[in-house]
């Protein structure tokens, strides 16, 4: 088994760290423009920001021209989240590469936060808590299990500092040493655009602790963002289309790295979590007079079932003798 250079110690240098964020879109210009203002007021300062555009030549003629002070990149792989990120790490010359998402603003302690988890510990990544900002309200319907459907995190995950399977994406961290072990993220997965799929980052995570056993990817809640969600993603059809996409896409990750590890902290989701809050829904209508909590119940249902559903098909759809198809 490869196993690659050793983790290089605590990185508590201030400029030691390279933030990036993918872009794909100028109608996200001015969420852009806040994420990146957001590294500019860091405490601890950032070695680098680099934007990298997801094959859109305007949008990246714009950041250049207006963000003069950022590194611009275009996306030189196929296009998708995971080639932009692999676009930027190959130019990146931080010990830690950090990623945020192009709708998304740090906390002013962010990158201090996720440094602090290098210092006191041997993590191999690190990664915070990311909070919904609902543009036009939190729908009383959405349950907080199922906060990932919007990128953000979910209620189940650890309260303190635990090692974790997989960060996520839209606030994670990794040591350059760790993309020198393992390669990139996994084109053949992850989000193109705004097609609702994910599950780069869980299969990157699984691929480094398969490649490095023992290997800490460290949760960190107090390095924290606030991620923008659109009235369009908090809408019952988004959700639905996002569970299934979930469920395809573990699919993806269970044929290529195994079921247990793809499914080893949906397991604990499914038979805690989950339980927890239809309960918890139900005692919100009975006991508190909120007539959502029971919507709310259903909605772990439904989330569930159709997470379920495109496991299924996902597994149907790569089964052996068939080849994985890339998302155009």
Same mark, same amino acid.
């Given at each position: 088994?490869?196993?690659?250079?050793?983790?290089?110690?605590?990185?508590?240098?201030?400029?030691?760290?390279?933030?990036?964020?993918?872009?794909?879109?100028?109608?996200?210009?001015?969420?852009?423009?806040?994420?990146?203002?957001?590294?500019?007021?860091?405490?601890? #300062?950032?070695?680098?920001? *680099?934007?990298?555009?997801?094959?859109?030549?305007?949008? %990246?003629?714009?950041?250049?021209?207006?963000?003069?002070?950022?590194?611009?990149?275009?996306?030189?792989?196929?296009?998708?989240?995971?080639?932009?990120?692999?676009?930027?790490?190959?130019?990146?010359?931080?010990?830690?590469?950090?990623?945020?998402?192009?709708?998304?603003?740090?906390?002013?302690?962010?990158? =201090?936060?996720?440094?602090?988890?290098? !210092?006191?510990?041997?993590?191999?990544?690190?990664?915070?808590?990311?909070?919904?900002?609902?543009?036009?309200?939190?729908?009383?319907?959405?349950?907080?299990?199922?906060?990932?459907?919007?990128?953000?995190?979910?209620?189940?995950?650890?309260?303190?500092?635990?090692?974790?399977?997989?960060?996520?994406?839209?606030?994670?961290?990794?040591?350059?040493?760790?993309?020198?072990?393992?390669?990139?993220?996994?084109?053949?997965?992850?989000?193109?655009?705004?097609? #609702?799929?994910?599950?780069?980052?869980?299969?990157?995570?699984?691929?480094?602790?398969?490649?490095?056993?023992?290997?800490? !990817?460290?949760?960190?809640?107090?390095?924290?963002?606030?991620?923008?969600?659109?009235?369009?993603?908090?809408?019952?059809?988004?959700?639905?289309?996002?569970?299934?996409?979930?469920?395809?896409?573990?699919? *993806?990750?269970?044929?290529?790295?195994?079921?247990?590890?793809?499914?080893?902290?949906?397991?604990?989701?499914?038979?805690?979590?989950? #339980?927890?809050?239809?309960?918890?829904?139900?005692?919100?209508?009975?006991?508190?007079?909120?007539?959502?909590?029971?919507?709310?119940?259903?909605? *772990?249902?439904?989330?569930?079932?159709?997470?379920? =559903?495109?496991?299924?098909?996902?597994?149907?759809?790569?089964? #052996?003798?068939?080849? %994985?198809?890339?998302?155009?």
């Amino acid at each position: 088994m490869k196993r690659g250079p050793e983790p290089a110690g605590p990185v508590a240098h201030p400029g030691s760290v390279s933030v990036v964020i993918c872009a794909y879109t100028q109608d996200r210009w001015a969420d852009l423009v806040e994420a990146v203002r957001s590294i500019e007021r860091q405490s601890v #300062p950032a070695l680098e920001t *680099i934007v990298v555009v997801d094959h859109e030549p305007e949008l %990246l003629s714009r950041v250049r021209r207006e963000l003069p002070h950022v590194i611009a990149l275009a996306n030189e792989e196929q296009r998708g989240l995971s080639g932009a990120r692999n676009t930027a790490v190959r130019r990146a010359g931080g010990a830690v590469i950090a990623f945020l998402d192009d709708d998304a603003r740090a906390d002013p302690d962010w990158l =201090a936060q996720l440094l602090r988890g290098y !210092t006191e510990s041997d993590a191999l990544g690190v990664g915070g808590s990311i909070e919904p900002d609902w543009l036009q309200g939190r729908p009383g319907w959405f349950p907080p299990e199922f906060d990932w459907v919007v990128g953000c995190s979910y209620r189940g995950l650890p309260e303190t500092a635990t090692n974790v399977r997989n960060l996520i994406g839209a606030n994670m961290s990794f040591r350059r040493e760790v993309f020198e072990l393992i390669g990139g993220f996994n084109t053949d997965v992850g989000r193109v655009g705004t097609l #609702p799929v994910g599950c780069e980052e869980t299969e990157f995570c699984i691929r480094l602790r398969q490649q490095r056993p023992g290997a800490v !990817t460290l949760l960190e809640q107090r390095a924290r963002v606030q991620h923008r969600v659109p009235a369009g993603r908090s809408r019952w059809r988004y959700f639905r289309e996002r569970c299934f996409a979930e469920g395809r896409s573990k699919a *993806i990750v269970a044929q290529r790295l195994g079921a247990d590890d793809a499914l080893s902290t949906e397991r604990s989701y499914v038979a805690r979590t989950l #339980p927890r809050g239809v309960a918890r829904g139900v005692g919100d209508a009975v006991l508190r007079r909120d007539p959502a909590g029971i919507q709310r119940s259903l909605a *772990i249902v439904a989330g569930l079932t159709m997470t379920a =559903a495109g496991y299924v098909a996902g597994r149907a759809a790569t089964a #052996p003798g068939r080849p %994985l198809a890339r998302r155009a």
